[in-house]
């Protein structure tokens, strides 16, 4: 089961793009690489899910290096309602086991 | 479609007595997870199901804990008896053939053992 690594808080300020790095150095090959954000008192939404190169949506851009070992999540132009935690994990869907999602990075977005 | 429905939201419940969580996934999910969130643990998967097959429960933390899935629209997660510690807010999840397609979330329920 891959590990993953992330920062545990982040600060920024409305309008900026925040960029959160997630390590993830024993990925397997048929491992993808998925971002949940939770807002508080609710439970965690999926946002995001790539395998390798760029992903994006309508929420986030997923950018993920030749080698895997890394991905970083940017969201453009943060406003307030973007302080949530974010969560990065890495499995095989096929491979019989569920994941934990650990302390995630918890993001501040101020005036 | 309504997503995952957990309940109760909130529980109130004094040590020693049992406490039954429970879930309803979203239809034709066929993989159903159990999780508890704390501020000093985070996100702790506790046991998972698929095809309501129990699959993985070494999350489970003793054997005060049990988890049930009778049939594909239906699961709980019961501890007896109940311990101040076990505050927390437990979630519910289902996906469909696993991971990749992700997890849709229930809003949780918050216990508090006193």
């Known amino acids: 089961l891959a590990k993953t690594t992330q920062p545990i808080s982040m600060d920024s300020y409305e309008g900026q793009e925040v960029n959160i790095t997630c ?27 790539g395998y390798k190169t760029k992903v994006t949506n309508e929420v986030a851009s997923l950018f993920i290096p030749a080698d895997r070992k890394s ?3 940017s969201l453009p132009r943060v406003s307030l309602s973007d302080t949530a935690v974010y969560y990065c994990l890495v499995g095989d ?8 999602f650990g302390k995630g990075t918890s993001l501040l977005v101020t005036p | 479609d309504a997503g995952v429905i957990q309940s109760p939201r909130h529980e109130v419940t004094e040590m020693g007595q049992e406490v039954t969580l429970r879930c309803k996934p979203i239809s034709g999910h066929n993989s159903l997870f159990w ?32 988890a049930k899935m009778p049939n594909a629209s239906f699961s709980t997660l019961k ?6 510690r076990d505050s927390a807010v437990y979630f519910c999840a289902s996906s469909f053939q696993g991971i990749n397609y992700g997890y849709t979330f229930g809003s949780g329920t918050r216990l508090t053992v006193v």
């Open chain 1, 23 to 49: 390590s993830h150095n024993n990925i397997a090959t048929n491992d993808y690489i998925t971002w949940y954000q939770q807002f508080p008192s609710q439970g965690p939404r999926f946002i995001i899910q």
């Open chain 1, 71 to 73: 991905s970083t999540l």
């Open chain 1, 93 to 100: 869907g096929n491979s019989g086991y569920a994941l934990n």
């Open chain 2, 35 to 66: 999780y508890r969130q704390t501020m000093m643990r985070g996100l702790e998967l506790l046991i998972y199901f698929n095809n309501n097959v129990p699959i993985d429960d070494s999350g489970m933390p003793e054997d005060r804990f049990s």
């Open chain 2, 79 to 84: 501890i007896q008896p109940s311990e101040p």
